[in-house]
């Protein structure tokens, strides 16, 4: 008897592994329709280069059109943590200090986001409809310097350059389909 019982939790535990073996054991079985994925921990990066210690603190979620595309952020999540860590380390005081600059950085960091899970996945950018990737005219908030500006400038216009428009984004159709700031914290 005891050892029917010992077959017979043995047959139940293979069963109830078989869709895990299934999937690949790829993790989590996402919900078809929209999912909304949250980046945790928080990413907590410095920013501005030299001088004082400065730092922003982001709360992220992605949102994926599908089960397969939620699948695929999970799956590179650490790639995509790098990618973030990288652009908002890149920022400067003057971009993320305001609104327009903090939704360009948004837009922006989505563009980046599918480019990279594109490309890991043997994908051409450009074999997709274009939906957020930055155009040939690029402008990096990254390097972008007021002090690089010539003089005659009034206050207002160097600030508006300084912060590229969203318009010199252009979309990438990717996995993600959108990129939240559920929380953004700038030290300065």
């Known amino acids: 008897m005891k050892v029917l019982v010992k077959y017979f939790m043995a047959v139940v535990g293979l069963v109830s592994a078989l869709p895990v073996m299934a999937s690949g054991g790829s993790g989590p079985k996402m919900a078809e329709g929209v999912n909304y994925i949250p980046l945790e921990p928080a990413l907590v990066v410095n920013y501005?280069?030299?001088?004082?210690?400065?730092?922003?603190?982001?709360?992220?979620?992605?949102?994926?059109?599908n089960a397969a595309d939620a699948t695929e952020i999970m799956h590179h999540l650490p790639l995509i943590r790098d990618r973030l860590i990288s652009i908002l380390s890149a920022q400067t005081e003057e971009a993320i200090s305001t609104a327009e600059g903090k939704e360009y950085l948004r837009v922006y960091a989505l563009a980046e986001i599918n480019k990279a899970l594109l490309k890991v996945e043997g994908h051409?950018?450009?074999?997709?409809?274009?939906?957020?990737s930055v155009n040939k005219k690029e402008v990096d908030v990254k390097t972008?310097?007021?002090?690089?500006?010539?003089p005659e400038h009034k206050t207002e216009d160097v600030q508006a350059s300084v912060v590229p428009s969203i318009d010199d984004i252009k979309p990438v159709n990717g996995p993600a389909s959108d990129l939240f700031f559920n929380n953004f914290i700038v030290q300065k």
């Open 124 to 132: 051409s950018v450009d074999e997709h409809d274009s939906k957020h």
């Open 48 to 65: 501005g280069g030299p001088g004082k210690s400065r730092f922003i603190k982001a709360e992220l979620s992605l949102r994926a059109e």
């Open 144 to 150: 972008a310097n007021p002090a690089e500006k010539e």
